[in-house]
């Protein structure tokens, strides 16, 4: 959950969301996003809205208060939706969610299943850090109705690890991955992050390696973002290391996209691979095919209708709104038609079925041609086979050039 929060409109203090949105709720996929904002250490590359113990010393804010909170604004939740649809999803993360123990985190999804409600055959993720978990925790996390576990590698190099300020040893990511599988979690993610500086190919075979012998069924790989304001940021403005260079970060992902699929697991959206349709994540997939979620915590963005809004950053001013009744909503936007175009073809064209073609404008369906001329479409897909509409799926190419895409289609 990045920390900066955009500018918007103000938001309502009761958390009311207009009719229109409100419409066809039920109709969209709708998932529960839950941001638990606490770190035991801060990473030099991160972002995110997150606190460490040190940093929140002075401060009221605590996970009892935040969970208060939590419970408070997901009883806010279902009264603004009305009579929402059972959670399909629900998606935990941070921050370091595996801080707050397999007894927490059962909390966390008691108060989603008393407030909106989780439906029968809902997938039920967590973040976990390597470093706060053991086999009683996913053993706890899978009794309290969690069926899938995301860890947080990154890498299995020691000095890429050091680099991004990152405290698990090398092997424990895919020990920890280990045990969830044998704790019965049967989906279990792996995430890495590729062109760090100072990584070399070897390095990267290693953490594919390492992934590969874990036995996950599901890899998220993302090149390295230099966030401005971070540690790692500041380190490369003095010099002291080199920034991630784009033609070595296409070389990482050719690389990772090779491996992984010759070991079975497929690209389904571009930075995410699976065994399988039965394993890709559906609480993404909610996001990617622009349905319906509430964002519950610090920071959390949520949408609803082509309504999005987003929380007050600090857990302490997050638990003291609702403690007084009020929406912890620092703005909100509401997308107009354009907006919602654009992130359609933005999110749709990253998935492995791609944009349907009769979405797009015709000047934009001509540039769907020419890009398949250049190889960054996949020209059979785009005609249609079998009775099947054409749509717009990327190639290999493509997607190391998917934002050059998504401009040309919009």
């Known amino acids: ?86 959670a399909a999803t629900v998606f935990v993360g941070g921050g370091t969610p595996s801080l707050l123990g397999h007894a927490g985190l059962a909390s966390v999804l008691d108060a989603v299943r008393s407030t909106v409600g989780l439906a029968p055959d809902a997938e039920v993720t967590t973040e976990s850090n390597p470093e706060s978990t053991s086999p009683a925790f996913f053993a706890g996390i899978r009794e309290a109705g969690y069926n899938r576990v995301s860890l947080g590698m990154q890498s299995a190099a020691p000095h890429v690890l050091t680099v ?155 638990a003291e709104l609702l403690s007084r009744g009020r929406s912890p909503a620092a703005a909100r936007e509401v997308l107009s038609t354009s907006d919602r175009q654009l992130e359609r073809v933005m999110l749709e064209l990253r998935l492995v079925d791609g944009l349907i073609v009769d979405a797009l404008a015709p000047p934009a369906r001509r540039e769907a041609h020419e890009a398949a001329a250049e190889g960054l479409l996949d020209a059979a897909a785009l005609e249609g086979v079998n009775g099947r509409f054409g749509r717009c799926v990327l190639t290999l190419r493509g997607r190391l050039l998917a934002d050059a895409v998504v401009r040309r289609l919009t």
Not at 11 to 31: I, K, N, Q, Y
């Open 164 to 318: 991004l300020d990152r405290t698990h040893t090398p092997g424990r990511a895919a020990a920890a991955a280990r045990e969830a599988r044998a704790a019965g979690f049967e989906h279990v993610n792996l995430d890495l992050i590729y062109g760090t500086p100072g990584e070399r190919a070897a390095d990267l075979a290693t953490s594919l390696d390492a992934v590969l012998a874990a036995g996950v069924d599901h890899v998220s790989a993302y090149a390295l973002i230099v966030e401005h304001g971070t540690a790692l940021a500041r380190r490369i403005a003095r010099g002291d290391l080199p920034a991630p260079d784009d033609d070595v970060l296409a070389d990482r992902y050719e690389q990772v996209d090779g491996v992984l699929s010759a070991a079975g697991l497929h690209w389904y959206e571009v930075s995410n691979w699976a065994a399988g349709p039965e394993a890709w994540c559906r609480h993404n997939l909610g996001y990617w095919h622009g349905g319906d979620w509430w964002g519950a915590g610090p920071g959390a963005h949520s949408h609803v209708g082509g309504v999005r809004w987003w929380n007050v950053k600090h857990p302490a001013k997050y």
């Open 1 to 86: 959950m990045p920390s900066a929060l955009p500018d918007g409109d103000a938001a309502p203090t009761d958390g009311s969301l207009p009719e229109s949105a409100l419409r066809g709720l039920g109709r969209r996929p709708f998932g529960v996003y839950v941001h638990v904002p606490f770190c035991a250490t801060r990473c030099g590359y991160c972002d995110f809205n997150t606190y460490t113990a040190a940093e929140l010393e002075s401060s009221p804010a605590s996970p009892a208060s935040w969970l208060d909170g939590l419970r408070r604004e997901l009883s806010l939740a279902a009264e603004v939706l009305g009579s929402p649809p059972p």
